[in-house]
């Protein structure tokens, strides 16, 4: 193979959009998927790029660009995460509009699927830099977001501030509090109690599952974590908490080992205080890409995409691989996975914590009812436990590894509800 070819495959795994296409297309082939169905679930519904001038400090005009992608308002309005970030494209944000069709449908909550970037470096700008931006680009989607029609939340490098902006600019423009437009706001604006570490709590739950199956206990299982974000952290401090040995972080500020288990709240603490992980004294540094395949029961990527390609995953020692990021894994790592028999807990199941919290926040939103947070992280508890119970019935009943049952569980919901529905025309 010439170097040319190998690059070029290496770009298409690579790929979030090859990679969502993938494992949709062997799913929807083992679903015998309709081939009318097929079609208009291959293609998000409407794809929006805005331009977006923002005055900056020094006096000078930017202009930056927005995307919103919304690939299925079949089951609900569409829902899904805005992110910030130098290197977002369209081709990933449409792959993870399409991931949240799929993640809103695996655990059965009546949304479809959207997803919003900005091209920016969010770590160079001013936070009066960023409400501008933030309420610019809302206001570019006005029309297109709102409780019935589409509604963001927080993804990588955005957070409650940011939702607390888009409500408020998006209110200014209804002349009235819409709350409802987002989720993940901070709690005394319409947010819920629960939801910032609903997507770590959800990984534990589906993890507490997964090692009943594997017959481990929480003492025994050890734990590396990829990524110390909202996600990383906590779902490691609850995983901590839980009496799981949590015995790696890899974080882009350093990366740390200690076998007998880190005290994940002493670290939480640490990085408050210095801005970094680097230097903690009780764990060794680490290399972050030997630490991603060194020995354990549960990885847990909870970082970026194309964490675990074609090039890693046969060094990969892990039991579970529990994934808290979206598209952690390459569709070509699956089969190297499903070799060695790893259990997958797919990113559209595992990471769903996150946006079954932001149903109950629209939900608490519409009702102006706000519920106590052992309320939330009860009926969390139910939602992710039946969902994996769906997946893994699914994936044993077609004989097919846990993520392509998860996409085939997702597909058969969206499909069966666009043939009641019917197509408009
Ligand atoms: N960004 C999160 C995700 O990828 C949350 C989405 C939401 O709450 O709507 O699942």
Redesign the pocket.
Known sequence: MTTATKSVSLEQELNPTEAQTARFDLAAQKLNLDEGIWKVLRYPTRELIVHIPVAMDNGKLEVFTGFRVQHSIARGPS???IRYAPDVTLDEVRA?AA??TW?CAVVNIPFGGAKGGVICDPHKMSIGELERMTRRYTAELFEFIGPEKD?????VNTNEQTMAWIMDTYSMHMRQTVTAVV??KPINIGGSRGRREA?GRGIMIVCDEAIKKLGLRPESTRVIVQGFGNVGSNSALLMAQAGYKIIGIIEVTGSLYNKNGIDVKALSAYRQKHGTLAGFPEAEAADPAELLVTDCDILIPAATENQITSRNADRVKCKILAEGA?GPTTASADEILADKRVFVIPDILC??G??T??YFEWVQDRQGYFWKESVVNEQLETIMVAAFEDVVRFAEAHAVNNRIAAYMLAIDRVAYTIRQRGIYA
């Open positions: 829902k899904g995460g993870l991931w949240m993640k509604v963001p939340a927080p993804d989720t993940g997507t979206n990471n769903a996150g946006v919290t932001s």
